[in-house]
């Protein structure tokens, strides 16, 4: 079986500027501050429309995911992961009873939108987007200026949005690219690589292709420089971003003919100089069969009761520890460890 990365990406934290400093805030650089900031936009009316409509904070499924949660994790990490040479499970791990405290604190004391629960990327998104909070952890590339242009279109070129590195004690995390898979079915793999995965990168006009997409449709060349057309099929109204490959993405030396765009280059800056590169999982039976449901039901089903008072913090992770058991987690963890 062959594989190609596609390209990478990351989250950072966004935060409505406009709203720090309306209230005489700064960038917030530790959990201390950045409390106080999601207080401040909840009460104290950072848009300043005298209406009580503001939240600091809105995150994904409960803060189950690691792309999305840095700022309330900190170094505490949710989900399985690669460290100091071998596979662990964050959620055991002792940093955790004080990260599910913070998360529970902010969500009790309303500070968070309250959809956290089961908010998606979209959602999640449209509540930042809406001006109905003012920090989100999101993708550093071209979100940088979907956000920004999209949040313009409903609260006004006021609202200035911008990334921050990641609070002290922590680091943004780096996923593991898409994949173009040839799999061993394929009667002639050589051939598909040679000339459709290959070709990708050959820094010319199949590159440019499947970065920039096709000239007069998505790009065009204006007084000498390349640039992005209008995609009429948002409702936006905004610049295309890529077409296949993300241009902040590239994996090789290429040089681009098309400069970075202003508005993201400060989010990938900050993911590539405040940011850990997470790992390919790869496991056997085990891993096939309860990866999924450990990661994406057990986890953020203890998480959401615990931040709804359901149960405390000491019981929700001695629960996790009873029903991974049944979840043969030990079986997982040694699969990847192999």
């Not at 207080?39 to 792309?67: C, M």
């Not at 039901?297 to 913090?313: A, F, L, W």
């Amino acid at each position: 079986m062959w594989f190609s990365y596609k390209g990478w990406g990351g989250c950072v934290t966004y935060i409505r500027k406009d709203w720090l400093d309306n209230l005489g805030l700064s960038i917030p650089t530790t959990w201390d501050e950045f409390y106080n900031v999601l207080y401040q936009f909840t009460f104290n009316d950072p848009d300043g429309n005298g209406e009580d409509d503001t939240r600091g904070y809105t995150d994904i499924n409960g803060a189950s995911q690691d792309w999305y949660n840095r700022a309330v994790m900190l170094n505490a990490r949710v989900e399985i992961y690669y460290k100091n040479g071998k596979w662990i499970d964050g959620f055991t791990e002792p940093q955790m009873v004080d990260a599910l405290g913070r998360l529970k604190k902010i969500y009790q004391e309303g500070l968070t939108d309250l959809n956290i629960i089961n908010n998606t990327t979209f959602t999640a998104r449209n509540r930042f987007i809406n001006g109905d909070v003012g920090v989100i952890t999101y993708w550093a590339n071209h979100w940088a200026r979907n956000l920004k242009e999209r949040t313009h279109a409903i609260s006004g070129v006021q609202a200035e949005i911008v990334p921050i590195p990641p609070l002290e004690g922590s680091r943004y995390i780096k996923r593991v690219a898409p994949l173009l898979v040839i799999t061993d079915k394929a009667s002639y793999p050589e051939i598909v690589f040679s000339n459709f995965i290959d070709r990708q990168y050959d820094k010319g006009r199949i590159q440019s292709l499947f970065t920039y997409g096709v000239e007069g449709y998505h790009w065009e060349v204006v007084d000498g420089e390349t640039l992005f057309k209008i995609n009429k099929n948002d409702p936006y109204t905004v610049p295309f971003t890529k077409a296949f490959v993300p241009p902040v993405s590239i994996l090789n030396d290429w040089d681009q003919p098309m400069v970075l765009d202003k508005a993201v280059k400060p989010s990938i800056d900050i993911i590539n100089n405040y940011s850990t590169q997470d790992r390919l999982l790869i496991g056997g039976e085990y891993f096939s069969q309860y990866y999924l449901e450990i990661e994406k039901e057990t986890k953020p089903d203890i998480m959401n009761r615990i931040i709804n008072n359901e149960i405390s913090i000491e019981d929700g992770l001695e629960l996790y520890k009873k029903l991974t058991k049944t979840l043969f987690l030990d079986k997982v963890l040694e699969e990847l460890n192999e």
